[in-house]
Structures are given as C-alpha cells and as structure tokens.
C-alpha cells in the first residue's frame, strides 16, 4: 500500500495516471525549471511569513524529525504536552499522510490553517483543506475550524510587514464538511489503481495543464496521443500558410513616429513579500531599464550602432530601485519623440505603478506615457509575417526572423524570467566576484532587448 500525502491526494483525484507515473516512474518527471522552483521558494517563504500570525509555535517537521514517522510521534507528543501552537503538524496512519501549515488550540479547541502563496482560493485549494481534515480527524484530534490563508495583494508595505496585513484568513470548513463523506471512496479507487500493476490509459486533455501544469507532460507527448491541448501563450496568433509583408500598412505606422526615437524596455521583480515601501506583494517593480536613442532620420539612414546613443539603469537591491529608475529615465527620455517598446501594456502599466506610488512624478509620467508606441502591433497584425516567427509575435520569435546577427543564444540571460531570478538573487549574495557577473549579464540582456527593436524597426 501507497502512502497518500495531500499533494499525492490531489495529483490523483486531477489525473490518476499522474499520481501513478510519480510513484513508479518518477524519473520520467520534466525537468524542473528555474521559474518552477521559485515558485516552490516563494510557497516555503509565505509560509514562514505565515507563521508570524501564530508566534512562539514549535515545528514539528523539521530538524531532527524529518522522517514521517517521527513528525507524526512528535506531534502527538507535543499536543500531549499542552502546546499550543504547532507548525508542520504531521498526521497520518500508513496510509494517508499530512502535514498542517499551522495548528492553534484556544480556548481549549484546535482550529488548522492550511497557507497559500495564492492571492485568492481556487477549488483546489478547498480540496486540499478538505484532505488535511479528514486525516487530522481521523487521527483522532477533534478540529473546530480549518481556514485557508492566502496573501492579500491590496496590502501595501509601510515599515516593517504587518503579517495581520499581509495575510487573508477564510474559514472553509463549511465548504469542506461536505466534502468529506466522499474522501473515503476516492482513496480506496486510488489504491486499486496503484495496485493494480499496469499505468491507466488516460488521454491527455485540459486537465494537464488546467488549473495548473502536469509535471508529466513532456513523458504523455512523446509516448501517447493525445486530445489537442489548449494553447494558453498570450502572444500567439493563428499560422499564416505562407510569408506576408503589407508594406502600405507599415509606412503608415512609421510615418506616425517622431524623432528621437526612444526604444525602451524595463524589467521587474515581484516578489510575494513587499520588499520596499509602498509596494504590494506580487507588485511588478522595475529594476533595470535600457534605452537606445536615434536623434534624427540621418542617423537612422546611416545605420550605425555606434552613434546610436545607449543609456541603462540598474538598481542594486540595498535600496529601492525605483525612485532613481525613474530620476534616471525621465532624465533621458526627453521631453519630445516616440518611445518605442514591445508590448507596451507592460511598460505603460509599470509607469502607470510608479506615478500612483510616488505621486511626486506624476505629471511627467504621463507626458511620457503619451508618446508610447507600440512596435509589436505591426507584427500582431500581421503586416509583417513570416513563417520562421512560428505563429508568434513575441519579440523573441520576431527578432531571429529579421535579424540574423543579432541573438540572445549566447547570453547568460536569455529571457525576462530568468532576468528577474538573477536580480532577486542579488539580495543574498555577498561575493562581489559573482555580483559583478550577474550585473553584466542583466545589462547585456536588457540591452539586447532594446537594440532588438533598433533593428527590427530598419526591416520594416
Ligand atoms: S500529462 Fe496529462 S495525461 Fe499525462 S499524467 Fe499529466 S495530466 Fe495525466
């Protein structure tokens, strides 16, 4: 028999065949990426961040009691022994298993409180709650409540984090209770299917990548078929059979430019826990910008990097980056000429963050947010198309299709993603060798970003 934890419960319950690959196949599990395991980071985080709501508890998991079994004694132990607070409290018999994100007895009753890096509840998370009380009770221990808790992103930081702030608490055991007389059965068909010796045909769907990825998805495609998986990348567009180029359209949009032009592009981080003032958790903060500048049509005629003006910024993460990110850009943006970016909901929004929590640069912020323009529309209207985009307009497919002595393959950084990862990873490194790479890599990065549209733009 299978010991079924939480997280095995609801693999199983989204796709039987999953939990089965995760038992006997789990080599066969994708790689984890860079983005994924931050997101594994920011869950660990919150839920020390979590905590707090409870102080002076005592961990029940960790240290010297990291086998199950021993969690489990030491839980029992601890609540024998008139603890009061209790994180990671481990329950289970053999054949479920789980571990309460925090326990609390007052006033001589235990309430549980199941912690999420989520900013709201999806069904999922009810259905994790509703796992964690049928095995907390059927251990024995009487819950008057259970709570999910979940970070609420209209917090915004002034000093130092007020947890009480920071978090969301929500009774569910209402939703819950109900859903407990079905736990039972799906635990009894779980185990025959394990037992059962052979992997279940299951075909793949929606469900393997709703509400959120499989992490067996690379294994189905390459040994089954499959029902088509809906496409969810924002920038895609329908194939177009052949190479498209509609040159009325893209005179008009350069006709619209003004010179200077400006091409502009930021990169943020949004870390779940403010980190600086007047931020909310999962606010995008900007914390590099590059910007290449074209005075005048001569210039842009001859074609010469060289005389192509570049200005950057990057921030060091002792401060926040934003006040002398924006100081910085609106001292060199000018007061006249189209600013030129790729997306420009991303930037817009990010300016638009910045005026509301630092009023004080407000009116040139929207001065500058007048003359944005947008240079993926031509290519998400397909007026330039080729078929070496692959159906996408982002500046990444776009770029190698126009450009062929340009790319990003040879850097360090290749996307924004991992551009925020190394600059967060600024904040705990202390070798001045490694931060001093780090920096070179997010310049040429962003840099690349912006001379990308440089010559995207001579294409047209
Ligand atoms: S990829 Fe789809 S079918 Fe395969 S195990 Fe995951 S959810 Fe199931």
């Not at 947008?374 to 330039?384: A, E, I």
């Given at each position: 028999m299978k010991t079924i934890s939480k997280s095995s419960f609801i693999r199983g319950t989204k796709c039987p065949k999953s939990l089965w690959l995760h038992f006997f196949q789990p080599e066969e599990r994708d790689e984890i990426s860079?983005?994924?395991?931050?997101?594994?980071?920011?869950?660990?985080?919150?839920?020390t961040w979590a905590q707090k709501l409870f102080p002076g508890g005592i961990d029940a998991s960790r240290g010297e009691h990291e086998k199950v079994s021993?969690?489990?004694?030491?839980?029992?132990?601890?609540?024998?022994?008139?603890?009061?607070?209790i994180y990671e409290a481990a329950f289970g018999d053999g054949e479920t298993l789980c571990y309460m994100d925090i326990l609390v007895k007052e006033n001589g009753e235990w309430r549980a409180y199941e912690v999420k890096a989520s900013t709201g509840i999806k069904d999922y998370h009810k259905?994790?709650?509703?796992?964690?009380?049928?095995?907390?009770?059927?251990s024995g221990l009487a819950l008057a409540d259970?709570?999910?808790?979940?970070?609420?992103?209209?917090?915004?930081?002034?000093?130092?984090?007020?947890?009480?702030?920071?978090?969301?608490?929500?009774p569910v055991t209402d939703t819950i209770l109900p859903m407990q007389?079905?736990?039972p059965d799906q635990l009894i068909s779980l185990q025959e299917m394990l037992d059962a010796g052979i992997v279940p045909n299951i075909e793949m769907g929606y469900r393997c990548t709703h509400p959120y990825n499989c992490d067996f998805i690379d294994f189905c495609t390459t040994h089954h078929t499959f029902d088509p998986i809906p496409d969810t990348h924002t920038s895609s567009i329908e194939h177009p059979a052949s190479s498209i180029r509609n040159q009325d359209e893209l005179n008009k949009f350069k006709d619209e430019l003004n010179y200077p032009l400006y091409f502009m592009d930021f990169e943020t981080i949004f870390p779940a826990i403010p980190l600086h003032d007047e931020s909310r958790p999962y606010q995008q903060i900007p914390f590099q910008y590059s910007l290449h500048i074209i005075k005048n049509s001569e210039v842009a005629k001859r074609r010469n990097s060289e005389i192509i003006q570049h200005h950057y910024f990057l921030g060091s993460?002792?401060?926040?980056?934003?006040?002398?990110?924006?100081?910085?850009?609106?001292?060199?943006?000018?007061?006249?000429?189209?600013?030129?970016?790729?997306?420009?909901?991303?930037?817009?929004?990010?300016?638009?963050?910045?005026?509301r929590d630092f009023p004080v640069y407000q009116d040139r912020i929207e001065e500058l947010l007048e003359r944005v323009v947008?240079?993926?529309?031509?290519?998400?209207?397909?007026?330039?198309y080729t078929a070496e985009m692959n159906g996408s307009y982002s500046l990444k497919a776009v770029l190698p299709a126009l450009v062929s002595d340009l790319s990003y393959s040879d850097l360090e950084i290749q996307e924004g993603?991992?551009?925020?990862?190394?600059?967060?990873?600024?904040?705990?490194?202390?070798?001045?060798?490694?931060v001093a790479k780090k920096r070179e890599d997010l310049l040429k990065y962003c840099e690349l970003d912006t001379l990308s549209m440089v010559r995207i733009l001579e294409r047209l």
């Open positions: 860079e983005g994924q395991q931050n997101i594994f980071d920011t869950g660990h985080d919150v839920g021993e969690a489990i004694e030491y839980t029992q132990e601890l609540i024998k022994n008139g603890q009061t607070v259905m994790d709650a509703a796992f964690q009380y049928y095995v907390i009770t059927q259970i709570f999910l808790v979940h970070i609420n992103n209209q917090y915004v930081r002034h000093g130092e984090i007020d947890v009480q702030q920071l978090f969301t608490i929500v007389d079905s736990i993460p002792s401060a926040d980056p934003r006040p002398a990110f924006i100081e910085s850009l609106l001292r060199h943006v000018g007061s006249s000429g189209s600013i030129i970016v790729w997306n420009k909901t991303f930037e817009m929004s990010r300016l638009r963050e910045i005026a947008d240079l993926m529309v031509p290519f998400r209207k397909k007026h330039l993603g991992s551009a925020s990862l190394t600059y967060e990873s600024l904040y705990f490194d202390n070798d001045p060798e490694s």
